[in-house]
Each structure stands twice: as C-alpha cells, then as structure tokens.
Nanobody, 125 residues
Framework: VQLQASGGGLVQAGGSLRLSCAASARTDRRYAVAWFRQAPGMDRKFVAGINRSGGRIYSTDSVKDRFTISSDNARNTVYLQMNSLRPEDTAVYFC???????????????????WGQGTQVTVSS
C-alpha cells in the first residue's frame, strides 16, 4: 500500500492543523495505521495509531488531550486532528501502515512496512 501524507504547515501556538494520510488501498481491518513524528536532531517517535479493529492509542496524555486520530474508510484516509499546538509539536510527521501490527507493538516503528513521505508541522511561539 502507498501512503500520501499532507496537511502540514506553519501555525501559531494554540492553533490547529489536520493531517491526512491517504492510502492507495483499503486499510480498515487490513492495516494498522499510525502517525509518527521526528523533531530536528531527534529520533522518530510514535504519536497515535489505529489498530485493525479500530482501537486508538496515543503516545502520551498530553497528545491524547489535544490530538485525535480518526479514519474515513470510504476515502481510505486516516486523519490526525491536532489542536492547541505547541512549539514542541514542531516536527516532520509521518504516517505508516502495517498488516501484521498487533496491540503490543502498535507504537513500534519496526512493525510498520509502509511509510508516507512526511509532512512538516511548524508551530511558532
């Protein structure tokens, strides 16, 4: 499956963005889909994910309180709605999909075989 991430941009602190991850094939019940982010000079880290049965997990309570991951199966698209953005949210955001991801490794990069190209999110203070 091919993934196309979009929706990044420059926003002031407190603002919102919605990222989209468009897949070339149906993902519901077939693939887990997740968002990761990589800040400058940092390792890529898990942000949020949806497993094959539709369950959602988030990396931290702070992310859970501000971000929402959702899917539109008719459009084969997974979204990451990001509200109350902070400068520390600045990063390149990647979406990923994996067909063999299970609950315990939903947050693990190595579980995902397919990656989008990344979209830059910059939050100014």
């Amino acid at each position: 499956v091919q993934l196309q991430a979009s929706g990044g941009g420059l926003v002031q602190a407190g603002g919102s963005l919605r990222l989209s991850c468009a897949a070339s094939a149906r993902t519901d019940r077939r693939y887990a889909v997740a968002w990761f982010r990589q800040a400058p000079g940092m390792d890529r880290k898990f942000v949020a994910g949806i497993n094959r049965s539709g369950g959602r997990i988030y990396s931290t309570d702070s992310v859970k309180d501000r971000f929402t991951i959702s899917s539109d199966n008719a459009r084969n698209t997974v979204y990451l709605q990001m509200n109350s953005l902070r400068p520390e949210d600045t990063a390149v955001y990647f979406c990923a999909a994996g067909s063999s991801v299970i609950g315990s490794n939903l947050a693990s990069q190595s579980a995902y075989a397919f990656w989008g190209q990344g979209t830059q999110v910059t939050v100014s203070s």
